[in-house]
């Protein structure tokens, strides 16, 4: 019980950190755009809705993966010689996916295969770059604290990806019902379920820079002379 206590206790500690809640909305920002779609979304919409081949969606799944592997190390470097660089980084990604998105949808009628796969490769760049987040966590607290830093950092993104997930096929569900279509995974329904997620996106973004600012309002953290370094 006690060692339960101790656990519960670095949570509250790391939960009233402003600095362990912006990791959390790192987190919470950059992953879900990429696994809600590698995860759910991707295949209905490249073969039903967009009439592409399984061939090309198993494709398209597979170099989002090969992508990350290649854009993570760059991502890493970059965060790893300009630590102050960092929140910089999330904000060019997140606007970056977003603008992605943006296009995907305001694209009348079908889109073209090399764009398409252009598309959902951009957007795999959100994976790699939810990293950041645990790159934050283990200059802000202490290494006793950083397992449970990085847990609740680590729920961020998956608990942006469930409801991103959910809501897009909310929003599905609901065009189909009002257009009284017959077919459910059409390009319209798909077009106004990926807007709808940009909601939650919009959300991500505003706590991030919330609890960045008040982060850097803290006292500088020790053997830092200034919180400007770390984000």
């Known amino acids: 019980s006690s060692a339960a206590s101790d656990v519960y206790k670095r949570q509250v500690e790391n939960i009233k950190n402003p600095g362990i809640r912006m990791a959390f909305w790192t987190h919470f920002v950059t992953q879900p755009t990429t696994t809600s779609v590698s995860l759910l979304w991707a295949v209905p919409f490249l073969v039903t809705a967009e009439n592409q081949t399984h061939d090309f969606a198993a494709l398209t799944l597979t170099s989002m993966v090969i992508f990350g592997l290649l854009t993570g190390p760059i991502i890493g470097r970059i965060c790893a010689r300009h630590p102050e660089k960092r929140a910089l980084v999330v904000y060019l990604v997140v606007g970056l996916t977003t603008l992605t998105w943006l296009i995907i949808v305001s694209i009348p009628g079908q889109i073209m295969s090399p764009l398409l796969l252009v ?18 966590t283990k200059d802000i607290v202490s290494k006793d604290r950083l397992g449970s830093a990085n847990g609740f950092a680590n729920v961020g993104g998956f608990l942006a990806s469930f409801v991103m997930m959910y809501l897009t096929g909310l929003v599905i569900d609901i065009v189909q019902a009002t ?53």
């Open 119 to 136: 598309f959902f490769l951009l957007i795999s760049i959100g994976g790699p770059a939810s990293m950041i987040a645990f790159d934050f």
């Open 179 to 231: 257009t009284s279509s017959v077919e459910r995974y059409t390009i319209d329904a798909f077009r106004w379920g990926f807007a709808s997620q940009l909601l939650v996106v919009a959300v991500g973004i505003a706590f991030f820079t919330l609890e960045r600012r008040k982060h850097l309002q803290m006292p500088p953290v020790s053997g830092n002379s200034s919180n400007q370094q770390l984000v």
